[in-house]
């Protein structure tokens, strides 16, 4: 299965792939250099393929937990001022996507989308620490009774040049379900509350939409 911002990007690597066969077939005569080139497309269009797989995934729901909202791996558990919404202090976890990992962004929490906005910006490398302040991203703000509100701003990286966000001011939406898309390498933070229960270590992998990063 493959996520829908993917279908214009697979087809249009289809054709590619089709065409350059072709040529390769008739132009190219020395038998292990034919053999290379075709090896080497084959490599391509199997990449574009796994980066936009969008596996089915098995969310528990949960008013308590708040799961992790993409694939990658920890690097970042830290307290810091959190400038954009809440204006206070909050616990920061931060996930990074390597451009291997599936790149579908979840709702780490279900409730009501309170605020998202998009913000243009620089295309630092994702670990960067001004990457979260500088970079091209979105931050969205879902909110429910239990957990209380929690941010996750989708951060492009040095190869990610779209981010696609699907929240909406005023939607209800559903733990675990999509909330956008990041095209090529980057990271997601999250934003939670001091009295969080974190769930996960530095370095730890986790998985979007099953792995609980935090209880409270």
């Known amino acids: 299965m493959f996520h829908k911002e993917g279908h214009k990007i697979i087809l249009g690597a289809t054709f590619f792939v089709a065409i350059s066969v072709l040529l390769i077939d008739y132009f190219v005569a020395t038998t292990w250099l034919r053999t290379l080139l075709m090896v080497a497309i084959l490599v391509f269009f199997i990449l574009i393929l796994q980066f936009f797989r969008n596996p089915k995934r098995h969310t528990h729901l949960n008013e308590s937990q708040a799961i992790s909202p993409v694939d990658g791996k920890v690097v ?16 920061q976890v931060s996930v990074f996507m390597s451009p291997i990992n599936v790149h579908v962004t ?7 989308v ?3 906005k998009y913000h243009p910006g620089k295309f630092l490398v994702a670990w960067h620490p001004k990457s979260s302040e ?18 996750h701003r989708q951060i492009a990286g040095a190869l990610a040049k779209r981010i ?17 898309f990041i095209k090529f390498g980057s990271r997601v933070d999250l934003f939670l509350p001091l009295d969080s229960n974190i769930k996960v270590q530095l370095n730890q992998k986790v998985r979007g939409g099953e792995t ?5």
């Open 134 to 151: 500088e970079n091209e991203r979105t931050t969205v703000v879902v909110e429910n009774s239990h957990f209380g509100k929690v941010l």
């Open 164 to 180: 696609v966000n699907y929240a909406e001011a005023g939607q209800s939406v559903k733990q675990g379900s999509d909330s956008g």
């Open 114 to 116: 309170v605020f998202s």
């Open 212 to 216: 609980v990063i935090a209880e409270r």
């Open 106 to 112: 979840r709702y780490p929490i279900g409730g009501n």
């Open 76 to 91: 970042a558990i830290e307290e810091v001022e959190e400038k954009e919404f809440f204006q206070d202090k909050r616990i």
